[in-house]
């Protein structure tokens, strides 16, 4: 199994050195009605040096998030979280982790099920309903890959099918999966399928897609996945973010935001650009999640 080379541990999460940052609400609060805005931090695994999940380190990984960040909502097990290199039985320990120990400091939690294995993915996202998850998302199975949107809506019914009470995201995440059907073409028609279908968790960088999306259902969650452009999205409407770099860089964006909402483009553009930078340099490092775990440990 292949998995990150470096780990989040409970010392660098509480390091005391840590510079302690203002948490800067903004006024893409929780919503009334549990429409899901504004950050979305995508958590990273814990792993011991035996490269078993480390269950321990995720309570204060959440106060920190909570109190350093300002996250309010996290969306475990996706990318970040190598779901795709664990096991169901991992996959599951961690869920129910991260539900317990986020109960009342966080707004939700929305826990990433896809598998290529259909079965696999009903088996999740019936887990995660019974740990008390806020949400689920499913990523387009990679191998046997859909070829069709009308094939990619059927994956995610039936996923969604197994926790009907719960919202329901599709994760789209095209350059990972290899699955280039729009996500325009993938939502249409989608809620008479999946009644319980929320919005999409958009990794793309095709930003007249993610326009296109927002634009046929602005009622729902439209959520940007590429950090680094994460302003263009805004102007296209984008109702928040969900990202790796929010584990460290959750306040700065909430800032970027701030900025955006009150027409200080020159701010907003400022932050964006630190954070191109930053991904750039980790770019040129390999950015993979080791690389990112990193760089949450040092910034
Ligand atoms: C492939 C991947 O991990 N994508 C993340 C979420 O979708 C992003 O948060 C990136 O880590 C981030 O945009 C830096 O490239
Ligand atoms: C970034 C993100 O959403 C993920 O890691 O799944």
């Known amino acids: 199994m292949v998995r990150s080379s470096s780990s989040v541990t409970l010392e ?23 429409k899901l805005t504004g950050l979305v931090a995508a958590t990273f695994t814990p792993l011991t040096q035996h490269d078993e999940i480390n269950l321990s380190v995720i309570g204060p990984y959440v106060d920190y998030l909570a109190e350093k960040q300002g996250i309010k909502n996290i969306f475990v097990n996706g990318t970040t979280g190598e779901s795709m ?8 320990d961690l869920a129910e982790e991260w539900c317990k120990r986020a109960k009342g400091k966080m707004d939700q939690v929305i826990v990433h099920v896809g598998c290529l294995s259909l079965k696999d993915s009903q088996e999740l996202a019936r887990h995660a309903a019974r740990v008390g998850a806020h949400a689920v998302a499913v ?4 191998f046997f890959k859909p070829k069709t949107a009308d094939a990619l809506r059927a994956f995610l019914t039936q996923v969604a099918s197994a926790a009907p009470a719960l919202p329901f995201y599709y994760y789209h995440i095209p350059a990972i999966t290899g699955v280039n059907v729009s996500a325009r073409d993938v939502i249409e028609g989608i809620e008479s399928l999946i009644p319980s279908f929320r919005g999409v968790k958009f990794s793309g960088s095709d930003l007249v897609d993610f326009g296109q999306c927002v634009s046929h259902r602005p009622q729902w969650s439209f959520l940007y996945g590429l950090d680094e452009q994460f302003l263009g999205a805004l102007a296209m409407g984008a109702h928040g973010a969900v990202g790796s770099t929010y584990n ?21 553009r400022k932050i964006q650009f630190k954070i191109q930078e930053l991904v750039t340099y ?14 949450m440990i040092e910034i």
Request: overall charge positive.
């Open 85 to 92: 290199s664990l096991t169901l039985s991992e996959r599951k």
């Open 282 to 295: 980790a770019i040129k490092l390999g950015f993979d999640v080791g690389v990112n775990k990193q760089l």
């Open 12 to 34: 660098t999460l509480s390091d005391p050195r840590r510079k302690i940052r203002k948490v800067i609400m903004t006024t893409m609060g929780p919503a009334a009605d549990g």
């Open 139 to 142: 990523i387009a199975p990679s």
């Open 248 to 268: 460290y860089l959750g306040c700065d964006v909430q800032q970027l935001m701030s900025a955006f909402e009150k027409g200080d483009i020159v701010q907003a």
